[in-house]
């Protein structure tokens, strides 16, 4: 008769199960046979964010959108987030100066204010996949870039110093994750190692979750922009700064010859065309030269 150590059967090692993953699809979807070629009815809640996501794709022709992969945020978390984009946005809106036509800045409106939205990336892709505006390659090459989670930070309006103010509070608020050294993953692995005995089952420890943000990338204009292309936007001025650039060197040069015309004026403005025709009389001497 078998003895009670010998019928312990040998149990095997826990294994870590890593979390699935969902990324974004664009196949066409599965007809079933006991369809009968019936339209697939959706659920209320699948039907609205339908529509929602259809219409955030159709407004990145006028506000940015940018993407992001975020894991293990919970709701507390990412409310708290939401407050510390809007509080970098009034920062950043305190900061501009004052202009004739508002000499003090006026209160920010709830439209102001850019909007984090967590997708999911089942309904999105079939938004994506329905999008009709957005050219093919760029829609296969947005369903690539999203592997995991997916949230989307919509801009009211293209404001790139907004954009950048907002980038810089979020990689301070939620730094990247640094990767474990092997000499980390080797005191883990010997912590499990010591930590197991046979026949009894090994206490289950809930890590404490640490989210993580990565820029995947945004949508400006219509136009698919990777995450160093987003940063590059950052840097640019404002609409308004731009066209005070384009002002600038538009009258520069009618500028510098008023000033000349300035300077130029009575037994100044002889002198001025005396020197000019000096300074052309040796190379009209050159050319006039008979060849030797």
Not at 67 to 95: C, G, N, P, Y
Not at 175 to 198: G, H, M
């Amino acid at each position: 008769m078998l003895s009670s150590s010998s019928r312990l059967l040998p149990l095997s090692r826990p294994v870590l199960i890593q979390t699935r993953t969902y990324a974004v699809s664009l196949k066409p979807a599965v007809t079933y046979p006991r369809m009968k070629n019936e339209p697939r009815r959706y659920s209320e809640r699948k039907t609205y964010l339908y529509n929602q996501y259809t219409r955030l794709l159709q407004s990145s022709f006028d506000r940015p959108l940018i993407l992001f992969e975020h894991v293990d945020f919970s709701a507390s978390r990412l409310i708290q987030l939401r407050a510390e984009i809007a509080e970098a946005v009034t920062k950043h809106a305190k900061t501009l100066p004052p202009s004739l036509a508002a000499p003090t800045p006026a209160p920010l409106g709830p439209d102001a204010f850019p909007t984090l939205t967590v997708l999911r990336t089942s309904v999105f892709g079939v938004a994506l996949r329905d999008m009709p505006t957005l050219d093919g390659q760029m829609r296969r090459e947005l369903a690539k870039t999203v592997t995991g989670s997916l949230a989307v930070l919509a801009f009211p309006q293209l404001n790139p110093p907004q954009l950048k103010a907002v980038l810089r509070v979020l990689a301070r608020s939620v730094p990247p994750r640094q990767p474990k050294t092997p000499e980390q993953l080797d005191a883990e692995k010997k912590a499990i190692e010591a930590a197991f005995v046979p026949g009894r089952r090994p206490k289950r420890q809930r890590p404490t979750p640490v989210p993580d943000l990565k820029l995947l990338g945004a949508l400006i204009e219509g136009k698919l922009f990777k995450s160093e292309g987003v940063q590059s936007v950052a840097e640019l001025p404002t609409l308004d700064g731009l066209r005070a650039q384009l002002v600038g060197l538009l009258s520069a040069p009618a500028a510098q010859l008023s000033m000349v015309l300035g300077e130029a004026s009575g037994s100044k403005l002889a002198r001025t065309l005396e020197g000019f025709k000096k300074s052309l009389e040796p190379e009209t001497q050159e050319s006039e030269a008979p060849p030797s």
